[in-house]
């Protein structure tokens, strides 16, 4: 049980108070309810393996149609540098709840590890705060289920990764473990393949795909799960933000798509667009256009509930592109290295916040930021804070968004495997060998790594070279739950 991090507990006493004894709320509580009512709402949405080339609005020359995240970034603050916890899809989520590097927790790769209950988790946080809190789509933090096969990993086999969204501080979900069709999401034909299928008509065979939705309950959602599965999602996630507009809670929104990780399934509509590409290509480039759409959707939804202003809505990517470059249709646009590389291409993502009348339209920084600069921001946002001292990865990038920060006082660290990096300003150190060797890049000047500059700055590598080590060990003992109390 988290301590309270606001004093709301005499709060709601005093109200409940005012209500029985029918007395007049005085000034001071009706304040208090207003601040309530005016807290800033934050929706986290999340693509799942898309290149930091492949919307338009990081890469004109992509053939994505992507107008309403164009759109969205040409409203807010574009980071041309925005950065995944880990180079894969399971890090980088428990990095968004938790504030901290994946080798904190025990989530190294794609099913590994689970959310552990000593962790603290940004809507844990939110909902003492009176919070309403959702999440919707992918979870891939641990199984939803002891009792049937499910997924990856989710069954009795599973038992000691079960780890659910109603375990980590939300009130509403209905999510996956993990990947599922982009169309048609829980089915497949007989023979699929791991990449992409077209629609299957009513005269195709098809099987089960082997995954579910589960609800806060543990009950299998068995209904609206036909067509797009980003359209599927946000079916969900818009009453979710109704129904706290209607009670006046803030609310806290995870939205967290499958596309466009594999197998991607697009349906005619958004495939029309790309028939002369193949298969895979145009149910990539489809489904894009799918989540895409949806974006709009919320975006609109948010403007006709008149809450757009007090709601900060945040777009990223969990990490770069699947497959190999010239092979998958995926775009890194230029970056060196793709999906599970430490190279940019792995975890330089499309990263965007809309905040319409806080985020002036149309700016762009360079600002290096990660995924776990989510939680310190919204907390410094509401002006509270953790509530032990354990270490945290990211930083407020409130200073950054309130015009008052140019540069990230410290560095990113990242581990996947063997390889290691560190992102300092504009240079970037880099092993492949856990740091026996290492590679420096200056990113403002080499944005594709080609150059290794370690020969010529000698005391530059090894200032972040040590900082490395430092941050290892630091990793170390947390994942050694030395943090937990």
Partial sequence: MLTPFL?????????????????????????????AEERPNVILVMADDLGWGDPRCFNP????NTPNIDAMAAAGLKFN???????????????????????????????????????????????????????????????????????NRGGPSGKAHFSTPSMNGYDVCMVTESKVPTFNPMIKPPNASKNAWDVLSDGNSKQPYGTHY???????VTENLAGDDSRIIMDRAIPFIEQAVDRKRPFFTVVWFHAPHLPVVAGPEHVAPYLKHGVYERNYYGCISALDEQVGRLR??????????????????????????????GSAGGLRGRKRSLYEGGVRVPGILEWPGHVTAGRVTEFPAVT?????????????????????????????IEGRAKVRNSPIGFQSGKQVSVVEDQYKLYSSNEGRTWALYDLDNDRAEANDLAADNPDRVASMAAWATAWRASCSSSDAEVDYK
Avoid at 386 to 399: A, C, E, F, Q
């Fill in 7 to 35: 004093n709301l507990r005499s709060f709601y006493s005093r109200l409940i108070l005012s209500a029985v004894c029918l007395l007049p709320v005085s000034y001071e509580l009706q304040s208090q309810i207003q601040a």
């Fill in 61 to 64: 020359e992509s053939i994505i």
């Fill in 81 to 151: 540098r925005f950065y995944s916890g880990g180079p894969v899809c399971s890090p980088t989520r428990g990095s968004c709840l938790t504030g901290r590097n994946p080798y904190r927790y025990g989530i190294y790769n794609a099913n590994t590890g689970h959310m552990k209950a000593g962790e603290i988790t940004l809507p844990e946080i939110l909902r003492e705060l009176g919070y309403a809190t959702g999440h919707f789509g992918k979870w891939h933090l641990g199984t939803l289920t002891t009792q049937i096969k499910d997924a």
């Fill in 214 to 220: 589960w609800n806060e309950r543990g009950d299998v």
């Fill in 300 to 329: 609109k939804r948010l403007r006709e509930l008149g809450i757009a202003e007090n709601t900060m809505l945040w777009f990223c990517s969990d990490n770069g592109p699947e497959g190999n470059e010239g092979k998958a249709p």
């Fill in 372 to 400: 776990s600069d989510y939680l310190p921001t919204v907390l410094d946002l509401l002006a509270t804070s953790m509530p032990d001292d354990r270490p945290i990865d990211g930083v407020s990038l409130l200073p950054l």
